[in-house]
């Protein structure tokens, strides 16, 4: 299916237009790395720590230990699979990217709870050198990372399997589980609900992970064997994936909506809307699959990048849920981004509010629309997700935490 008509966030009906998020995760595999762009002091700091680390495996908490501010990496090419604890916060560089240069693109993993800024870009440079970074947003792909503060509880960590204990443990511990462990070859997603009361108080529920009619993941929906996509499949990505988060503390998405996804090529690259929509989810679902094998191949084959799924998303708007919102009246009353992404999001023309266009927004249009770095989470395009809900025959699409089918 490539179109539905839906309603939008200003209430009125319209037809949308589909696009999607690819997210890209690793292996925990810590190398030395390679860098450039550099001024002489820090190019023998990190070539110090890269020797040493060859000579003995042993050195490897001196490579944590030595690169564990953001300002070491700035502008640094790493030609291996890097992990880095920074800011108390372990982050997976990929092999074949450059961090940014910009101030703004590389200050904070997490910028804050209550900030629109934070967010460390990588740019999937392969080596080459960036000298001109604007230039270079449009030209290589681009990826925010995402910190995961917990990939998966098992059920012995609850109690029970079901979801009133799930709700207990989020309670006493006030983490926000991505999936929960069933057994070894079984991890279900955990997707959460975020409402906010009229006091302001937001409040953050999971769905039951059980359910069989509602939102849930991995599953299949109707069409899915006919277009080779299994719950066999599906299981073993989404398995894979958990335990990847899990190792690495979080995730790589896309920055931008993903472009070009009528090809095998698809990109994640600013100032276009070539190949934005009017794409089936199954495409989708192949070609960003085929992403890592296409990028990283031989320099980094733990890499794997999929179409993100909905507990992934959840994860973003977790790690969003204090910013607050920048438009309120009569009818957006909402405190917070994941509540009123109002004057945040291209959503057309709404009174009172410069949304600075008034259809169809090319990736990374505006800078108003991008919170930690990421642009269009809400407005533009609907996203599909992998999160299935009931037996329809599309994915779920999400703008923020809303979502559609």
Do not use: H
């Amino acid at each position: 299916m490539l179109l539905k008509r839906l309603k939008s966030e200003k209430g009125s009906i319209t037809v949308i237009v589909l696009s999607t998020m690819l997210v890209v995760v690793a292996v925990i595999f810590v190398y030395f790395f390679s860098m450039m762009n550099k001024n002489s002091s820090q190019a023998k700091e990190l070539e110090k720590i890269e020797k040493e680390y060859i000579q003995s495996d042993s050195m490897m908490e001196q490579v944590y230990d030595g690169i564990d501010k953001l300002e070491d990496i700035k502008g640094v090419y790493f030609a291996k699979d890097t992990l880095l604890t920074i800011e108390g916060n372990k982050v997976l560089i990929p092999g074949g990217a450059t961090v940014s240069g910009l101030d703004d693109e590389c200050s904070s993993v997490n910028g804050g709870e209550t900030s629109k800024d934070g967010g460390i870009v990588i740019y999937i440079t392969k080596g080459e050198e960036i000298t001109n970074w604007e230039q270079a947003k449009t030209k290589y792909d681009q990826f925010v990372w995402i910190p995961v503060e917990k990939a998966y509880v098992t059920v012995d960590e609850i109690g029970e399997d079901s979801i009133d204990n799930l709700k207990n443990y989020i309670k006493t511990n006030g983490v926000y589980p991505m999936a929960i462990k069933i057994s070894e070859d079984e991890y279900k997603g955990v997707l959460y609900s975020f409402t906010e009361s009229d006091d302001g108080t937001l409040t953050i529920t999971p769905y039951d992970y059980n359910t069989t009619t509602s939102y849930r993941e991995p599953n299949v929906v109707s069409y899915d064997s006919s277009n080779g996509v299994s719950e066999e499949t599906l299981q073993t990505d989404f398995n894979t994936m958990v335990t990847k988060v899990d190792e690495n503390g979080g995730f790589w998405v896309g920055r931008y909506e993903t472009t070009n996804l009528s090809s095998s090529n698809v990109t994640v690259i600013k100032g276009t809307t070539t190949g934005i929509n009017n794409v089936t989810w199954y495409n989708m679902y192949k070609n960003q699959k085929n992403y890592a094998s296409t990028e990283f191949s031989g320099s980094t084959p733990t890499i794997t990048s999929s179409m993100i799924w909905g507990s992934q998303w959840d994860q973003i708007m977790l790690w969003m849920k204090g910013v607050p919102s920048e438009f309120t009246n009569g009818t957006y009353t909402g405190s917070y981004y994941v509540t009123n992404a109002v004057g945040m999001g291209n959503y057309g023309t709404i009174s009172g509010v410069d949304d600075g266009s008034s259809g169809l927004a090319s990736a990374g249009y505006s800078d108003k629309y991008k919170v930690k770095n990421v642009y269009d989470l809400a407005g533009n395009v609907y996203d599909w997700t992998l999160e299935a809900y009931s037996n329809d025959n599309v994915r779920v699409m999400r703008r923020r935490p809303l979502r559609s089918y």
